[in-house]
Structure formats: C-alpha cells, structure tokens
C-alpha cells in the first residue's frame, strides 16, 4: 500500500484513511474493510505505531490510527463514527438493519469488540502484559513502543488480569450469537445479511487467531503475540467463530490483506 504522509495528505480533498503503517491492526482492518464492502476510495495516510507523529496531530488533533478525514470535516477516530461516515457517504449496502432493535444489537456486538472494555481493548492489555511485566520493563530500550502503548491504553496489572474473563465472555456471547441466528437460518451474526459486526467479528478475530501468511501477512512478532493465548482463552474460542471469520473473509472482504 502506498502511504501519503500527514503533512501532503492534508492538502488533498475526499476521503484520507490514516493507518498504523506495516502491520494489519484491528481497527484499521475494520475500517478499511468497511469502505471496501460500500466501495468508497480513500487515500490511505501513514501513522506510525509508538510514535509521537507531530505532522499527523498538526493536522487532525489526534496520534492514533485510525482517522477518516473527509474534505474539511474534522477527523473521525472512534469505530462507530467512523461507521456512520460510510455509511452518509455511500448508504448501500447499507451494514445497520433497519430494524431499531436490530440496529441497537449491531451497535451493541460492535462496541463489545470495538470498543473501551471490549474484545481488542482486552486482548492489548494482554499482549502489552506479556512485555510490561518483565523486570526491566520500565528502562529496556526495546520495550519503549510497549511503555507508550500502555500508557495511552489504560494499561496497568490490575487492568490486564481482568482481560481473560472479559474476553471469555465476549467470546461466549458471539458463540451464542451466532448458533442463535443459526437457528433461524442465517449465516449473519444480525439480521439475514452482511452487517458491520460481521466485519468486526472477522477482522478482529486475528487477535486471537490469525489467518495463515498468505492470506494475512505480517510480522512475525506480531502473529507469536496475537497466537499467545492463555490456555482458557484457547479453549473458550469456538471453532464456529473462526469458520465465520473465514467465509466473512471468502465472501465479503478483501484477500490477501493488504496493508
């Protein structure tokens, strides 16, 4: 993927999609997909992960990957607003049902991953645990990154042994999800059609489990820490979940992953 830097991007028009360059993060994996799935172009700008990216908070106010900038509006960092940006600029396929109550369940899946306290949040905390909790995690120059990614998540011990529960439990309600739709004979974790917690469920999922090199490579540091599971979180992860994630992929989204 060719990268533009904040500092030409801001002087382009239409939609700019900065992401945390050389590596297939979750939430930049979500949004990109979802702007795949409407067909919308963007031009993708560089961010660098645990770096302080000074021309990028000139510009839009903010460190973090990812940001949608359409035109002069200001930037969207959050999941759900960046969602309802896709969804104003090209509103079909629509990924939120109709149907309020179903709108109100999508929203709600998304947030359990997406969000503070979700999924991603809770598997961070656990890979930023297995580097910050060695004994000279505060001076080693190697865990520099992980001290500034820490610190700009919550994290602390406290927090991160807290995760295995919280993720279990995330897990058990998308496992339940989708037996549930299942039942009533859809293949789609809301509704009877692609939804965003379709591409978040499948995005995220390499978290725990990534897709094999050739269809999602990345570095090699990164696929040991999002492979190291505790054994309870192992053996919370149904294997169903993972076959969604690969027919979501197959069907929907673009392959290899690109970044």
């Not at 001290?147 to 339940?176: K, W």
């Not at 505790?230 to 989204?253: K, M, Q, T, V």
């Amino acid at each position: 993927m060719e990268y533009l830097e904040p500092e030409v991007a801001r002087n382009r028009s239409g939609l700019r999609l900065v992401l945390t360059a050389g590596v297939p993060g979750p939430w930049g994996e979500a949004a990109k997909s979802i702007f795949f799935v409407k067909g919308i172009a963007y031009l993708p700008v560089r961010q660098t992960a645990g770096e302080a990216d000074p021309a990028l908070v000139a510009w839009t106010g903010h460190a973090n990957a990812p940001q949608a900038v359409q035109d002069d509006e200001p930037a969207r960092t959050g999941w759900a607003e960046i969602l309802l940006l896709a969804e104003r600029l090209a509103p079909s396929p629509s990924l939120l049902p109709d149907d309020p109550h179903e709108r109100a369940l999508a929203f709600g899946l998304g947030f359990e991953i997406c969000g503070e306290d979700g999924l991603g949040w809770h598997r961070r905390l656990q890979m930023m645990h297995g580097m910050l909790s060695l004994p000279d995690a505060e001076t080693h120059p190697a865990l520099e990154t992980a001290r500034v990614i820490g610190r700009r998540y919550g994290y602390s011990r406290e927090a991160a042994l807290r995760s295995s529960e919280r993720v279990r439990q995330i897990l058990r309600l998308f496992s339940e999800q989708l037996a549930a739709q299942k039942k009533k004979g859809s293949e789609y974790l809301v509704g009877r059609q692609l939804s965003a917690p379709d591409i978040y469920w499948s995005t995220f999922a390499a978290m725990l489990k990534p897709m094999s090199h050739a269809l999602c490579p990345m570095p090699a540091p990164m696929r040991a820490s999002y492979e190291a599971l505790p054994p309870e979180i192992a053996a919370a992860l149904d294997p169903a979940l993972l076959e969604h994630r690969d027919r979501i992929y197959a069907e929907h989204l673009q392959l290899p992953v690109e970044f």
